[in-house]
């Protein structure tokens, strides 16, 4: 098993930026992927960004690229997320997520799940 916990979130301004990091502990050497997924009320969680076990290979949602900047440090074992130029759409909870094999934005790939985390972004 492994577990997840996030950072906590918080509130900023439009315009603003944030840094999420999330904590994995257990057997973490049997992760390759990690991610952050995102969720609002009433709405299905959304892929927002993933990063290859090396580091080499990642991917984001379109509404978040050339803002958001996904990376990991193994020695650590913590996932971040840099998130720049914040709008009020990008308020929701936060999630990150690690998966034993595969790679994409789809939920059904990922085996582990932190908590969430709120942000929330003012206009």
């Known amino acids: 098993q492994v577990q997840l916990v996030e950072s906590r979130g918080g509130l900023v301004q439009a315009g603003g930026s944030l840094r999420l990091s999330c904590a994995a502990s257990?057997?973490?050497?049997?992760?390759?992927?990690m991610g952050w997924f995102r969720q609002v009320p009433g709405k299905e969680r959304e892929f927002v960004a993933a990063?290859?076990?090396?580091?080499?290979?990642?991917t984001y949602v379109d509404s978040v690229k050339g803002r958001f900047t996904i990376s990991r440090d193994n020695a650590k074992s913590t996932l971040y997320l840099q998130m720049n130029s914040l709008k009020p759409e990008d308020t929701a909870v936060y999630y990150c997520?690690?998966?034993?094999?595969?790679?994409?934005?789809?939920?059904?790939?990922?085996?582990?799940w932190g908590q969430g985390t709120q942000v929330t972004v003012s206009s």
């Open positions: 997520t690690a998966g034993n094999a595969g790679w994409g934005s789809s939920a059904s790939l990922y085996n582990y």
């Open positions: 257990g057997r973490t050497s049997s992760v390759y992927v």
């Open positions: 990063i290859s076990r090396s580091g080499g290979g990642t």
